[in-house]
C-alpha cells in the first residue's frame, strides 16, 4: 500500500487488467460499504465526483439531504488476489465529503483525522496503533449459513492437526501479504476455533483502514474453506472472548514520546499522562470501544478480559499493560477494546482520552501488579480501582457524561451512535431468551 498518483493508479489498473472498482467507507457501527463502478468510471471517482445516497447508511443523513461524494484516497488502493480468475477487483477507502465540497461530519474516517489534527497542536507528528484482533473459525451447513460447531478443538498457539484453522489462517496470511501487509504473528488463541492475526503497527488512519481491510479479508478466505469468521466478541459462553488489544504510542518528530531512559519503568512523564488519561475516561469510553450488547459477556473476570481500571507493566489482568519493549517500540497496550468496534470511532475517542492526561498534567495511580481477578472489591476499592461497566445501557450513560470523549465523537456522531444502540439495547432488553424459559418455565 504505497503512494499513488493518479497515473500510477491507471498504468496498474490497465497492466493488471482490473475490471471494477470498489469504493469502500465505513458507517457508523463500523460495517464496511461500498459502491462498486466498472472501471470505466476510474476516472470519474478518481476526480471526486462519485455520488452516493447517504439517507439509506446507518447513521449518516436524513432522506432530503442525502446526496453524498466519495472522494478515494489514492494511498489506499490495493487489487484484491481472489478476484483474479473474473477480471480483477481492486479498491479505495473513500472520506465522505458533502455536496458543498466539505467534509461530512458523520464519517467516522474524517472524524479521526479531526481528532489528529488537535494532537498536532500539542506538537506531536504521529499516534501509532498495533492492532490484534482475534477471530472465531466456525463450520458453515449445506446452505452456506454459520452453525455453531468449532473448526477445531485447538488451545493457545496449537498445531495442525489440533489446530485444523491453520490451513485457512494461513492463506489467510498468504492474501494479507499479498495485499501490502507485513504479518508479524499468526496463532491459534486460547479458546477452540480462536485465531490470532497481528500486523505491523501504522499511523491511527491507516492502521484503523488495515483493521476494516483485515476483517474482509479473513471473512471472504475463510467461507472459501467453508467456514464462517466471526469477530463477535463472546459466541460462546464458557470460554474466552475475542479482543482486539491496541498497542498505541505518540511519535514526535520521528522520537517515540512514550519514552525515557530515566523515567519510571523507562516511561516518559507524556507516557504517564496519557495512561492517567485512559484511564480517567475508560468507564466512559468503553460504549465505543465495547459498542454491543454482547461485548459486556466478554468483559467478565475469569476469561482474561479486563473489566477493571487499572494498569501494569508485566500483569495482564488490568486495562492497561506496558508490553517489555522500550525505545522506539515503547507504548501502551489498551486490553479492553474489542473487534465489533468501529476502529475510527475506538482511535478517536482512545487518543482524546490520552491528550486529555496530557493537556491537565495527570498522574497515574500506581501500578497494580497484583492479579486483580482474585482480589474482593473492598480491597479493589482500597486500590482505587473502579470496575468497567456491565452492560451497554450503563456504558452510554456514561458516555453521555463525559465532555471530553462527546467532543472526540463531533455532535453528529454522538447522537447518531447513542441512537443506534439505545434501540439495540432496548430491542435486546425487551426481548426473551432463551435462559429464561429454562429457568422459568417449568418453576413457575
Known amino acids: 500500500m504505497g503512494k499513488y498518483t493518479k497515473e500510477d493508479i491507471f498504468r496498474i489498473v490497465k497492466e493488471e487488467n482490473v475490471k471494477y472498482i470498489r469504493l469502500q467507507f465505513t458507517d457508523i457501527l463500523g460495517t464496511i460499504k461500498n459502491v462498486e463502478i466498472p472501471v470505466s468510471q476510474l476516472q470519474k471517482a478518481l476526480d471526486n465526483k462519485m455520488m452516493f445516497d447517504g439517507s439509506s447508511i446507518e447513521g449518516f443523513v436524513r432522506i432530503e439531504e442525502s446526496d453524498m461524494y466519495l472522494y478515494p484516497d489514492l494511498d489506499t488502493f490495493v487489487i484484491f488476489p481472489w478476484t483474479a480468475e473474473k477480471g480483477k477487483v481492486a ?4 472520506d465522505i465529503y458533502n455536496p458543498d465540497g466539505t467534509p461530512f461530519e458523520g464519517c467516522p474516517r474524517y472524524n479521526l483525522k479531526r481528532v489528529l489534527k488537535e494532537m498536532e497542536e500539542l506538537g506531536f507528528t504521529e499516534f501509532n496503533l498495533g492492532p490484534e484482533p482475534e477471530f472465531f473459525l466456525f463450520k458453515l451447513d449445506e446452505k452456506g449459513e454459520p452453525t455453531l460447531e468449532l473448526n477445531d478443538n485447538g488451545g493457545y498457539f496449537d498445531l495442525a492437526p489440533t489446530d485444523l484453522g491453520e490451513n485457512c489462517r494461513r492463506d489467510i496470511v498468504l492474501e494479507l501479504e499479498e495485499m501490502g501487509f507485513e504479518i508479524e504473528a499468526s496463532h491459534h488463541e486460547v479458546a477452540p476455533g480462536q485465531h490470532e492475526i497481528d500486523f505491523k503497527y501504522a499511523n491511527a488512519v491507516k492502521a484503523c483502514d488495515d483493521i476494516q481491510t483485515f476483517k474482509l479479508v479473513v471473512k471472504t478466505v475463510a467461507r472459501k474453506h467453508g467456514l464462517h469468521a466471526t469477530f463477535m466478541p463472546k459466541p460462546l459462553f464458557g470460554v474466552n472472548g475475542s479482543g482486539m ?4 504510542s505518540l511519535f514526535k518528530n520521528g522520537e517515540n514520546a512514550f519514552f525515557d531512559p530515566n523515567g ?16 480517567k475516561h475508560a468507564p466512559n469510553f468503553t460504549a465505543v470501544t465495547n459498542p454491543t450488547v454482547n461485548s459486556y459477556k466478554r468483559l467478565v473476570p475469569g476469561y482474561e478480559a479486563p473489566c477493571y481500571v487499572a494498569w501494569s507493566a508485566r500483569n495482564r489482568s488490568p486495562l492497561i499493560r506496558i508490553p517489555a519493549s522500550r525505545g522506539m517500540s515503547t507504548r501502551i497496550e489498551v486490553r479492553s477494546v474489542d473487534p465489533a468496534a468501529n476502529p475510527y470511532l475506538a482511535m478517536a ?3 482524546a482520552a490520552g491528550l486529555d492526561g496530557i493537556k491537565n498534567k495527570l498522574t497515574p495511580p500506581a501500578p497494580v501488579d497484583r492479579n486483580i481477578y482474585v482480589m474482593t472489591k473492598e480491597e479493589r476499592l482500597e486500590e482505587g480501582i473502579v470496575d468497567l461497566p456491565a452492560t451497554l ?3 452510554l450513560e456514561n458516555l453521555k457524561s ?6 472526540a465523537l463531533g455532535k453528529h456522531l454522538f447522537e447518531h451512535f447513542v441512537e443506534a444502540k439505545e434501540i439495540e439495547w432496548d430491542m435486546f432488553r425487551t426481548a426473551v431468551h432463551p435462559w429464561e424459559r429454562e429457568q422459568y418455565m417449568s418453576l413457575y
Open 91 to 94: 479498491r479505495f477507502i473513500c
Open 245 to 248: 488489544h491496541c498497542n498505541l
Open 264 to 279: 519510571q519503568l523507562q516511561l516518559s512523564e507524556t507516557a504517564l499522562q496519557f495512561i492517567a488519561g485512559v484511564l
Open 349 to 351: 475517542v482512545l487518543l
Open 393 to 395: 445501557a450503563e456504558a
Open 402 to 407: 463525559d465532555e471530553v470523549i462527546v467532543n
